[in-house]
Nanobody
Framework: QVQLVESGGGLVQPGGSLRLSCAAS????????MGWHRQAPGKQREWVAS???????VYAESVKGRFTASRDNTKNTMYLQMNSLKPEDSAVYYC?????WGKGTLVTVSS
């Protein structure tokens, strides 16, 4: 069965960086677009970024210029490089492929 496993979350100070990973199994993810969503406590889940089969990324306005999505098809893995992190970026980050979702990884931005 298809599984998506996120990793790389943690506690980081404002202005810091993190790189999230999403490892896919049970499917060759290279043939599909993939995405990142996030959900902060008490808020609705929101779309963050998508990456096409070609590797082209599209981003929410709130993260544009700070986050970069990428993929390594040899590893069946997608990444989200997050720079200049802000407290409002704190959330559980989820990886999505078609209608499959990972369980998420928690990112906390705090001093």
């Amino acid at each position: 069965q298809v599984q998506l496993v996120e990793s790389g979350g943690g506690l980081v100070q404002p202005g810091g960086s993190l790189r999230l990973s999403c490892a896919a199994s049970g499917i060759d993810s290279s043939g599909y677009g993939m995405g990142w969503h996030r959900q902060a406590p008490g808020k609705q889940r929101e779309w963050v970024a998508s990456i096409a089969v070609t590797g082209t990324g599209v981003y929410a306005e709130s993260v544009k210029g700070r986050f970069t999505a990428s993929r390594d098809n040899t590893k069946n893995t997608m990444y989200l490089q997050m720079n200049s992190l802000k407290p409002e970026d704190s959330a559980v980050y989820y990886c999505v492929l078609m209608n499959y979702w990972g369980k998420g990884t928690l990112v906390t931005v705090s001093s």
